[in-house]
């Protein structure tokens, strides 16, 4: 069912977002904040197919592919939006919510797309946004993380960019269709590196455990749900059956969960759980059947829901006493009984227990929740906690952004400062000179030649005056001898 009266939905963001200081003067941003992601979850199932076609500088550009993929991903990120908002009523600034919105309007925008130069748009307003709710907790850990994420997702979006430069040389087309990997080049791959990165495959993963444990409460709900499920999207619509994305995805589900087992901050062990439950998508992705990329699907969609209700319950933890890690938390359930509630359904969510989003099979439930009680019980000795260096890829995304800083303030300020000099000392002295020798070439050359021209102008006129006697007579006659001379010329030669 379609309608010709409708919104893009990232455009109802961005000016929801433009719009939020005028209804906070009016004391309506509360109401605001709920009626534009309700409208957006509304209207999604009365888009067209195919809108927003446009021709830019020779490029055709579609800003809206509505297709059954398509609005799998815009359900579930509409509705995302409508309760990260809900959850955020409580904030007051404005700037995160519009950051928030900003952010929501690039996803969607890059899940509508039908051209790349669309994708990438959306794709680098996405990351702009985004880093912005890891600003606005406002802590020298935060500002550092973003600066960090902003390095990597600025990286990332270059790669992107030049795959799409590489691929449009070769094929002349821009269209964001499905890519088979027996014609895939250089470009293609590209391209796809630029999607893995967002969705934190390992090696180039280190971002997400960095910078979403450094998120506003807020922030880090919508962060949870929109960078690394985009990504998949992406990489579903245009990458199905790599099987790069197979056996990566494959390792991601055991590398990001691994790290979480060990972790202590409540936020870190739900970003590197991240890691693992993507692993599994991007898995299915690269298997590329109908079937695993059903699955990829259904399992995105119920991965946003319960990671964003964890990441609300240990968000409001840390809102309430301040403290994230573990090991300085207990009994907060006589404080929190709500929190404990909601968050307890958040994990069986997540752990495939029956009549929740993530479950499956009763038996094979039971089974493995039968062998994690054996596994509990069996190591429970080994289990008592302590303060250990968790050495995760991180160190070298750190020390990179270490060595990029170092880089720019020795060898590349060391070569400014080099060139300065060389300017100062040799260009400066060359340009002067330059600039005296022109002078002189404008006095003694230009000014010679055209005071030269004027005097012989002055003078011819001085003797065509001698020829002037004043008597009309002699003019007449002058004229008419000039006139026989002519005829005699035009006539006998």
Not at 41 to 61: A, D, H, N, T
Not at 137 to 152: D, N, T
Request: hydrophobic share 50%; net charge positive.
């Amino acid at each position: 069912m379609t309608s010709s009266i409708f919104m893009h939905p990232a455009v109802l963001f961005i000016v929801g977002a433009m719009l939020l200081p005028l209804f906070k003067k009016y004391n309506a941003q509360k109401i605001w904040l709920v009626a534009v992601p309700l409208l957006a979850f509304l209207q999604i199932r009365y888009l067209p197919s195919s809108f927003g076609c446009v021709e830019w500088l020779g490029f055709k550009m579609q800003f809206g592919r509505v297709d059954q993929l398509t609005i799998v991903f815009l359900h579930v990120f509409t509705l995302m939006a409508l309760i990260g908002s809900i959850f955020g009523l409580h904030v007051k600034e404005s700037g995160q919510h519009a950051s928030a919105w900003l952010y929501v309007a690039g996803s969607l925008g890059t899940t509508l797309a039908g051209d790349y130069l669309v994708v990438f748009i959306f794709w680098e307003l996405m990351a702009f946004a985004s880093v912005f709710l890891v600003w606005y907790r406002k802590q020298k850990r935060s500002i550092e993380a973003g600066y960090r994420y902003l390095l990597v997702h600025t990286t990332g979006g270059l790669i992107l960019l030049g795959g799409i430069f590489l691929h449009y040389q070769r094929v002349h087309d821009l269209s964001f269709v499905a890519i088979s990997p027996d014609t895939a080049t250089l470009a293609e791959y590209l391209i796809m590196v630029g999607f893995m990165l967002n969705a934190a495959v390992p090696p180039i993963h280190a971002w997400l455990p960095d910078a979403y444990p450094e998120a506003t409460v807020t922030g880090a709900v919508f962060m949870c749900a929109f960078t690394t499920k985009t990504a998949v999207y992406v990489l579903a619509r245009g990458f199905a059956g790599f099987e790069a994305l197979a056996i990566l995805g494959a390792i991601m589900t055991l590398y990001g969960v691994f790290y979480a087992v060990i972790e202590n901050d409540a936020r870190r062990i739900l970003a590197y759980h991240i890691v693992s439950q993507v692993g599994y998508m991007v898995c299915g992705v690269g298997i590329g059947t109908h079937m695993a990329i059903n699955g990829a699907c259904a399992h995105a969609y119920a991965h946003i829901l319960y990671k964003a209700l964890l990441f609300m319950g240990i968000g409001s933890v840390l809102e309430m006493t301040g403290r994230s890690k573990l090991s300085e938390l207990g009994g907060l359930y006589k404080y929190m009984p709500f929190t404990m509630l909601f968050t307890v359904i958040g994990g069986i969510s997540i752990s495939g227990f029956p009549l929740t989003s993530g479950s499956y099979h009763l038996a094979e439930t039971f089974h493995l929740l039968g062998f994690t009680a054996l596994g509990f019980y069996l190591m429970v000795k080994y289990l008592t906690p302590h303060d250990v260096s968790n050495l995760d890829l991180d160190w070298f995304y750190r020390r990179g952004a270490g060595w990029f800083m170092w880089t720019a303030r020795n060898p590349v300020s060391a070569s400014n400062e080099w060139i300065s000099n060389v300017y100062k000392n040799v260009g400066l002295r060359f340009t002067m000179a330059l600039a005296r020798a022109l002078s002189w070439f404008d006095w003694e050359g230009i000014d010679w030649a055209l005071d030269g021209s004027a005097r012989g102008v002055v003078k011819g006129g001085e003797q065509v005056r001698q020829f002037q006697t004043g008597k009309l007579q002699q003019y007449i006659g002058g004229a008419v001898a000039a006139l026989f001379i002519i005829l005699i010329v035009v006539v006998f030669i």
